[in-house]
């Protein structure tokens, strides 16, 4: 039988990773490789209905795209299985049993004993040589040097190689045929150096290749993410927006049903005065009924026959009265028919609608408690109104006009807002600001504004619904947005040349309404100009509601009269509220604020008085 070497020096290597072969598989060329070799050759195609052959290039069609269809190279198996189970002898010792090798020269090519061994390693000529164990050959964990021997010429290594052959040669064969052909040779060791250098140089691209490939493998990924976030973001934006227009329309609700049940209250209120005189006189006639009838209970005399004949008189006098007319009740019901709802439709608008046909008038009338000192008012998260006081102070209104509460004594007021969370921001005649808890107590924040000097008399002050506190500036006509944490402003915003004397936010949107003496303006977030109110001879005095329609108040300030306006967030005319209302015109001040309760009622202010209106 033949030796370990002998038989592992034959074909019995896989030309692809030249181990032993590995269920060995035939191609249609007859030319066999590893199954597993043979996958993943064809793991590189596209077309994966046929495989190439390495060797001779020439095709074999695989319809299931299954290596496994091959045929399976039964000899070529059975002696590799042979070759693994069979244990190697000693190629070196020259007894005629030989014993069991451990290990293998790859130089010489000789399986060598224990013995053998000890002594190779001693020999000086041989101390450059790679000697591997055999167990780690066997296993094919070390693979063996191809250094095969010539057939021609048993007793030489073919350590040439042609280059127009592609084939490894002894030299005599290289030096008798393959150059008398005028074929290139070359030192095998050359050229397995040569091809070392070429497998590390397309090592070294299959590497680039693969970190460019990763790294677009990455890139789509982060793309992936971002188109993730993207849509997360759209997701976010159509709940969020959902959301702020179900709150919108929630407060416009809640506007018109309070309005409702104050006309409700209104007109139960005149059938309960006609209800009650028409049970007073009831209670009258059954007085009037018991007197005349105790009357005939027992024999009259003179005086007693007078008094009964009077009151007798005087019943037959009440009874003589006309029947209660149901005109007045039902000139009460014939106004509440008159009211109806409005549902409004506008293309870009949203609002529910409005009530048709109802009376706003003046709800209350109220002299402030500082003469000529009001700067500012502003809708208090509680319901309340906020006046601010120049002489110093909060006076907080309810919505029947009762002073409910005075707060901050001490401060002279510009501006007031009011964050989410019931905190406000208070700005003072000399335009430094300051946070307050809900309960008034002041924070520790340090706002950096503009001075009085820079900015001029204090403008306006609004929070936005991201608890962004918007400060506006005559002088330099501009806006600072600043975050509660205080500090630097985060963002500027230049105001078209208007001036911001009053400054108003939206609930849904970032935009922003502000006053310039006549003037209404609505501005983006950015500061770019959109839609403008005017009217010629009034000055305007707006306000943004809890709905986001714009209120304004157009005051004739010579002739002591207001007119109130409802407009959408687009300041398109919704409806009147009221015209030419007379207001008790002030002494000294053209200065006027407008704002809406919570409940609806339209709060009014010089800076004397409040004047609050409701329908009637």
């Known amino acids: ?39 993943r050759i064809l793991q590189t195609r596209s077309n994966q209905q046929a495989i190439t052959c390495p060797v001779c290039r020439k095709g074999t069609h695989l319809p299931s795209g299954d290596v496994s269809v091959l045929q399976t190279n039964v000899p070529l198996n059975s002696l590799v299985d042979e070759v693994k189970t069979q244990n190697p002898t000693c190629t070196v010792c020259e007894k005629d049993e030989k014993p069991p090798a451990v290990s293998y020269c790859q130089d010489s090519g000789k399986n060598m004993c224990k013995l053998c061994d000890s002594k190779h390693s001693g020999w000086t000529p041989f101390s450059t040589h790679t000697v591997a164990a055999m167990t780690e050959m066997a296993s094919g964990k070390v693979p063996i040097k191809r250094r095969r021997k010539c057939k021609k010429h048993p007793n030489d290594d073919e350590e040439c190689f042609c280059t127009g052959c592609r084939e490894y040669v002894c030299c005599k064969c290289g030096m008798l045929n393959h150059l008398q052909a005028g ?30 490939i990763e790294n677009h493998i990455d890139f789509i990924e982060t793309q992936r993410n971002e188109i993730t976030n993207m849509m997360r ?25 309070c309005q409702v049940k104050r006309l ?37 005399e003179k005086d007693a026959l007078f008094a009964h004949d009077t009151l007798s008189e005087n ?26 709802f409005n549902r409004f439709v506008k293309i870009n608008e949203l609002c529910l609608g409005e009530l048709k046909d109802y009376t706003w008038d003046v709800k209350a009338d109220v ?38 509460q ?44 503009i001075s009085y000097d820079e900015g001029g008399f204090a403008a306006g002050l609004t929070v936005d619904r991201d608890d962004n506190i918007y400060m506006s500036y005559r002088k330099p006509q501009k806006i600072l947005v600043i975050t509660p944490q205080g500090g630097k402003a985060v963002r500027e ?40 109110l005017k009217k010629e001879g009034m000055n305007a005095f707006p306000a943004v509601c809890r709905d986001d329609s714009v209120i304004v108040a157009w005051v004739k300030h010579g002739e002591g009269l207001v007119s109130i306006d409802r407009y959408t967030r687009n300041l398109e005319h919704v409806c009147n509220i009221t015209t030419d209302f007379k207001i008790q015109k002030p002494e000294e001040r053209n200065w006027y604020f407008l704002q809406e309760f919570e409940s609806g009622e339209i709060a009014f202010c010089t800076p004397d008085r409040l004047y609050i209106f409701d329908a009637m």
């Open 367 to 404: 002299e402030l408690p500082v003469k000529n000192s009001m700067n500012c008012i502003t809708r208090a998260p509680d319901g309340k109104m906020a006046v601010g006081s120049s002489k110093g102070g909060i006076h907080l209104y309810s919505s029947d006009g009762e002073l409910q």
């Open 493 to 532: 915003i230049m105001c078209d040349g208007y001036t911001p004397m009053q400054l108003f936010s939206f609930h849904t949107t970032g935009k922003l309404i502000l006053k310039d003496s006549s003037t209404v303006v609505c501005f983006d977030g950015k500061g770019k100009k959109e839609n403008v």
């Open 264 to 300: 409700s209250e209104k007109f139960e209120k005149e059938l309960q005065v006609m209800e009650e005189e028409n049970r007073q006189i009831i209670r009258r006639m059954k007085a009037m009924e018991e007197l005349v009838t105790n009357g005939v209970k027992v024999p009259l």
């Open 1 to 39: 039988m033949a030796t370990f070497h002998q038989i592992s020096s034959q074909n019995l290597e896989c030309p692809i990773c030249l181990d032993l072969f590995n269920q060995p598989k035939s191609l249609a060329c007859s030319h066999t490789f590893c199954k597993d070799c043979l996958e």
């Open 406 to 449: 005075t707060v901050l004594k001490d401060v002279n007021v510009r501006r007031i807002g009011f964050l989410s969370d019931g905190r406000s921001v208070v700005r003072n005649t000399k335009n430094e600001m300051s946070l307050y808890t809900p309960q008034w107590e002041k924070l520790d924040v340090t706002f950096e504004t």
């Open 315 to 340: 019943m037959k006098s009440f009874l003589g009265r006309d029947d209660p007319d149901d005109q007045s009740p039902r000139g009460v019901t014939e106004g509440a028919q008159k009211i109806s």
């Open 233 to 257: 973001r759209l997701n976010d934006d159509i709940d969020k927006t959902y959301e702020e227009y179900m709150q919108l329309l929630s407060a416009r609700r809640e506007v018109l049903k």
């Open 183 to 212: 074929h290139q040779i070359e030192e095998a060791a050359i050229h397995e150096e040569k091809l070392m250098e070429n497998i590390k140089e397309l090592q070294e691209r299959t590497n680039s290749k693969k970190a460019t």
